[in-house]
């Protein structure tokens, strides 16, 4: 005789509304004790610097864009990247805060409101935001103690040429950070040095008189591949692609007078 066929499980009823709340009430809990227990971490390596003699600026633009892009590869489906952005970037900049003086000089130029909106973004809600009425006073006040400058790329006002006589002045990331927010609309300048941090894009400026097609083709020719950014006032800057030295040889063959790497930056998160 056949056996008899074993009776189905009752699917188990979905949780009632309180029941999810309180789920959600405790993981608020929890991501607050983990948020509490980074920025303790983040106040000890701020100590063992300082013991060590490392005064300088905490920035440190290549690891952070180094470990938002793991997180971005890492997320859940249904967790947004603007959401990974903005809260890391939130995080990121209470740290920052944690290790020294951090203040920003913004110059907006004719839209301010967009440049602020996308400076809250990438260094967050609670660092001071100065207004600069002239893009130099902004890149002056970048180089007082925990200064940066984030400076609109206007077409009246070729500001980032002034870098070329600034070494120590870098472009250090660009404005929107993630890419479907759309194209860059600004530059963050600091006394810091660029690194690498494994997919980036290289500031350079020129004076030359040339089209943008035929300068694009020269540099081609030279071996980089390269993107008109903005123009104004006889100079024009471009992003290179790939982390380029401000001494790379093959440099010297671009076309122009005047011109240089101004820093270097992680390229628009877009995993």
């Not at 694009?216 to 390269?226: D, K, Q, Y």
């Not at 790939?242 to 877009?270: C, N, T």
């Amino acid at each position: 005789m056949g056996q008899s066929p074993t009776p189905e499980a009752a699917p188990a009823a979905p949780p009632s509304l309180d029941e999810v709340r309180e789920r959600i009430d405790a993981i608020d809990e929890q991501v607050l004790r983990l948020v509490g227990e980074r920025a303790a971490l983040s106040a000890s390596v701020a100590k063992a610097k300082r013991a060590s003699g490392d005064t300088g600026f905490g920035l440190r633009p290549a690891r952070e864009a180094q470990l938002l892009r793991k997180l971005l590869l890492a997320k859940a489906p249904q967790v947004s990247f603007e959401l990974v952005v903005t809260l890391w970037r939130q995080i990121m900049a209470d740290s920052l805060a944690r290790q020294g003086p951090f203040h920003i000089s913004l110059w907006g130029g004719k839209n301010p409101y967009r440049t602020i909106e996308l400076t809250r973004i990438r260094f967050g809600a609670g660092v001071a935001v100065r207004p600069a009425p002239r893009p130099e006073d902004a890149l002056s006040a970048a180089k007082s103690a925990g200064g940066v400058a984030v400076l609109a790329l206007a077409s009246d006002a070729p500001w980032w040429g002034r870098l070329l006589l600034e070494p120590k002045l870098n472009v250090f990331a660009s404005l929107p950070c993630l890419r479907r927010w759309g194209p860059p609309t600004a530059l963050a300048v600091a006394q810091v040095e660029v690194e690498p941090s494994g997919r980036d894009e290289t500031f350079w400026v020129t004076d030359s008189a040339k089209s943008p097609p035929d300068i694009i083709e020269e540099l081609g020719r030279i071996g980089f591949a390269a993107d008109m950014l903005a123009s104004a006032g006889g100079l024009k800057l471009f992003t290179l692609a790939g982390f380029v030295q401000r001494h790379d040889e093959r440099l010297v063959q671009a076309p122009g007078e005047l011109k240089g790497v101004i820093g270097a930056a992680s390229m628009p998160f877009d995993v």
